[in-house]
C-alpha cells in the first residue's frame, strides 16, 4: 500500500504542534539587547534562563490566528499581486507574449540554450544586489505558465524565478539586508570581502543553472518524469498554447506589456534606490492594474471581477503564509529561541578553524528554520557568532559568510512564508517540491561546505 503524503496545511500544522510540545521541554531563556546605531544587538555574555512560558492547546489554536497578523503585510502583498496579475492576464497580453516566446523556442537553438540561464541569472542578481526575496513572488505566475509552453514544466516555472532570487540571496556580495547588516554588527567594513564573495555567488548560481538545465531538458524529453505531471496536464488544458503564426501581438498587448515592464523596472528602482518595500511594492502593482485596465479597455465591471477572482484564487496561500509565521511566534512566546541558539554555541567549537566554520553555517542553516529574515537573523546570531568566530580562529568575514551560506536552506523549509506561498501560488505541494528539491539542496551543502575551506586557509578578512 503506497503512503499518501499530507498536504501542506496538514504538514505545517503537525509542525506547529511539534514547536508548541516541544515548548513543554526546552527551557526558557533570553539574551539582553543593547541599541546600537538604531538596531537592537544580542550581548552574547548576558544569556541567562528565565521562567518558561509552555505553549498549550489554547496557544496552538491561536497561534495561526497571530501568525495572519503578524503576517498581514505579506499576505496583503501576495493578495494585491494576485488580483494585479489577474487584470493583466485578462487582457490576453501575457498569453500572446508566451506564445511569442514558445514559436521562437520551437525555431531557434539558441533561445532553447539561453532562456534558463539568462532568466536565472538575473534573478539571482536581484537577490544578491538589492535583496530580491517576496519580490520572485509575483514571477511564478508568468514563468510556470510560460515554462509549460515550451515543454517544461511547473516545477521549472516556480525554479527560474525563486530559486534563482534564493540562491543569489544566500550567496549574495551588494545585499544590504543580510551582509551589509552582518558586516555592520561584526565591525567588518561594510561591503568588503566583494572579490570572494563574488566567487561564491557566480558559483551558486552556475550550479543552479546547470541543475535546472539539466531536470528542464529530461522532462522536456519525457513529460511523465515531472512531479507535477498531472498537474500540468490539466493546465495545459484549461490555457492551451496555440502555436499558430498567426497569433501576434496587436498594439494594445504592446502597450500592456510596457506598462507591466515599466512596473518592473520601477520596482527594482524603488528597491534599490529607495528602500520600498511590501507596501510601496503593492501599492506599485495596485496603480499598474489600474492602468493596464484602462489601457485594456475591460471596463470597472470587468476590472472588479478579474482583480477579485485573482485574489481569492490565492486565499488558500494566504492561510498558508499565516501557518508558517504561526510556527515562529510559538517559539518565541515560549521564549526558546535564545535558549537554543545558547546550546547550539558550544557545537561551534573545533580542532580546526575549517571545521569550526562549516559548524557555524551548519549551525545557521537550522536558525533558517525558525528565523527566515536576512536582517532578522544578522541582528539575532551575529552579536554571538562574531566573538565566538574569534575565538575559535575564524576570521569575521569568514563568519558573515557561513551565516549567508545557511541562507540556502531557505527553499526546503517549510515554515517559510515565502517558500510556502510560492508553492501555494503554484499550487505545488510542499511534500512534492521538497522531494524533488533533496539532490540540488545537498548540491547547496556540500557547495557551501567546501566554499568555506579557502577563506580559512587564507584567513579571510
Known amino acids: 500500500m503506497r503512503l499518501r503524503m499530507p498536504n501542506t496545511f496538514v504538514l505545517l500544522f503537525s509542525i506547529l504542534a511539534l514547536i508548541a510540545l516541544a515548548t513543554w521541554f526546552v527551557p526558557g531563556g533570553k539574551y539582553e539587547t543593547h541599541l546600537v546605531n538604531g538596531k537592537q544587538l544580542v550581548d552574547p555574555n548576558t544569556f541567562h534562563y528565565v521562567a518558561s512560558s509552555p505553549q498549550g492547546l489554547v496557544a496552538l489554536m491561536k497561534a495561526p490566528i ?84 515550451l515543454g517544461y514544466d511547473t516545477i521549472t516555472g516556480v525554479a527560474i ?13 551588494l545585499n544590504p539586508f543580510n551582509v551589509g547588516i552582518a558586516q555592520g554588527i561584526a565591525g567588518v567594513p561594510v561591503f568588503s570581502g566583494m572579490g570572494y564573495r563574488l566567487i561564491v555567488w557566480a558559483a551558486a548560481t552556475l550550479v543552479t543553472v546547470l541543475f535546472l538545465m539539466w531536470y528542464a531538458a529530461r522532462v522536456k524529453r519525457n513529460p511523465a518524469l515531472s512531479p507535477t505531471f498531472v498537474l500540468d496536464q490539466a493546465r495545459r488544458q484549461e490555457h492551451p498554447v496555440a502555436m499558430s503564426s498567426t497569433d501576434r501581438m496587436t498594439g494594445r498587448h504592446g502597450a500592456v506589456l510596457a506598462i507591466f515592464a515599466l512596473a518592473l ?16 511594492i503593492a501599492a506599485l502593482f495596485l496603480t499598474m492594474a489600474i492602468v493596464v485596465g484602462m489601457v485594456g479597455r475591460l471596463g470597472p465591471d470587468n476590472w472588479v471581477a478579474s482583480f477579485m477572482q485573482g485574489a481569492k484564487d490565492l486565499a488558500p496561500t494566504a492561510l498558508v503564509i499565516a501557518i508558517a509565521r504561526a510556527t515562529m511566534i510559538i517559539a518565541r512566546d515560549a521564549h526558546i529561541i535564545d535558549t537554543m541558539l545558547h546550546d547550539l554555541m558550544p557545537l561551534v567549537q573545533s580542532s580546526h578553524p575549517v571545521f569550526a566554520a562549516q559548524k ?29 568566530a574569534d575565538l575559535v580562529g575564524v576570521t569575521r568575514q569568514t563568519a558573515i559568510l557561513a551565516f549567508q551560506l545557511g541562507e540556502l536552506s531557505t527553499p526546503m523549509i517549510p515554515t517559510s512564508g515565502i517558500t510556502v506561498g510560492v508553492l501555494a501560488l503554484a499550487r505545488v505541494p510542499w511534500l512534492t517540491w521538497a522531494k524533488w528539491m533533496v539532490p540540488l539542496q545537498l548540491i547547496y551543502l556540500v557547495l557551501a561546505l567546501l566554499l568555506l575551506v579557502p577563506p580559512c586557509l587564507m584567513q579571510w578578512s
Open 66 to 149: 497571530k501568525g495572519f497578523v503578524e503576517a498581514a503585510q505579506i499576505i496583503a502583498f501576495v493578495l494585491i499581486v494576485g488580483g494585479a496579475f489577474a487584470v493583466v492576464q485578462k487582457t490576453e497580453a501575457i498569453d500572446t507574449a508566451i506564445r511569442s516566446i514558445a514559436r521562437a523556442h520551437e525555431h531557434s537553438a539558441l533561445v532553447r540554450a539561453t532562456l534558463i540561464p539568462i532568466f536565472v541569472t538575473l534573478f539571482s542578481l536581484g537577490g544578491a544586489t538589492f535583496g530580491m526575496n517576496e519580490e520572485a513572488i509575483p514571477f511564478v505566475l508568468i514563468f510556470v505558465p510560460l515554462a509549460l509552453a
Open 161 to 173: 524565478p525563486f530559486l534563482g532570487s534564493q540562491a543569489g540571496f544566500g550567496a549574495a556580495f
Open 360 to 388: 557555524m553555517y551548519l549551525i545557521q542553516s537550522v536558525i533558517n528554520f525558525f528565523i527566515h529574515s536576512g536582517t532578522g537573523q544578522a541582528a539575532l546570531t551575529m552579536p554571538i557568532m562574531a566573538p565566538l
Open 265 to 280: 523596472v520601477t520596482m527594482v528602482i524603488g528597491v534599490v534606490k529607495y528602500d520600498w518595500f511590501i507596501d510601496e
